[in-house]
């Protein structure tokens, strides 16, 4: 291991394995079981604990808490964290620690906190002061507004918005905009689908189907007739999402 970039008032409990190229700042504490691999950079202040894997390329930022003396936590590759964020800091309500899968690509802005067993997809936002209680699952290409909380063994599908200062206690479907304290339905995310999908037919038939089965409330029945029989992919992964959750 090279020394060459970790600051001297860096203190590493023996047993860490940090990669030669890893950049680490002022004051950071990384604990025992903490794998730091290749291109990670780590600003002033940041502590690190627990059974942690930090995949290549992960910058986090200073002020941040990671782990505690018994989670287990992985962080996929190129995430950014930002200042002040805790994720697995704390022990559930209940004394365990459920493992927390944060995945690639992933910005979380500053005071983010997450809580035991959240797993995150890849390409999540999570924007400033935003939190996720324990157990919520946020499926990939999610963004959540500044503010806002998802309320625990909730799950959020792929590419939801949510809008600032709301508060989520439900499932939200695939492809949606959502937003209020309480959280709901206010339509889909189309230029989240633009963004994601170049067949214009794929999202004139989520259109469609959205209009049947949340039209005029949800209607899991059907949405699970059209996830059985439907060809489209994407009409399958959202209805499929519907007939399953608990809205």
Not at 80 to 106: C, L, V, W, Y
Not at 118 to 140: H, P, R, S, W
Not at 154 to 183: K, R, W, Y
């Amino acid at each position: 291991m090279s020394k060459a970039n970790i600051h001297k008032s860096v203190v590493i409990e023996d047993g860490a394995k940090i990669a030669s190229d890893v950049v680490i700042g002022h004051f950071c504490n990384i604990g025992k079981d903490v794998e730091l691999k290749s291109g990670c950079r780590l600003e002033s202040n940041v502590i690190l604990k627990g059974k942690l894997t930090v995949d290549e390329d992960v910058k986090i930022f200073s002020f941040t808490a990671i782990g505690n003396e018994d989670s287990e936590i992985e962080i996929g590759t190129k995430t950014h964290i930002r200042e002040f964020s805790q994720i697995g800091a704390q022990e559930a309500d209940d004394g365990t620690n459920k493992k927390i899968i944060i995945g690639a690509n992933n910005f979380l802005m500053g005071y983010v906190q997450i809580l035991s067993g959240v797993e995150m997809g890849d390409f999540c936002i999570l924007t400033n002061a935003v939190k996720l209680y324990e157990n919520v699952k946020c499926q990939e290409r999610v963004i959540v507004g500044g503010l806002s909380t998802v309320e625990a063994n909730n799950t959020i599908g792929t590419g939801v918005m949510i809008g600032g200062a709301s508060v989520v206690n439900h499932d939200i479907p695939p492809f949606t905009l959502v937003e209020g304290n309480t959280a709901t339905v206010k339509g889909l995310n189309i230029i989240g689908l633009r963004r994601r999908l170049e067949n214009k037919d794929d999202i004139e038939e989520i259109k469609a189907i959205y209009k049947k089965v949340l039209g005029d409330g949800v209607d899991k029945k059907l949405a699970r007739e059209i996830a059985d029989t439907h060809e489209n992919e994407y009409v399958k992964k959202f209805t499929s999402f519907i007939a399953n959750s608990n809205i």
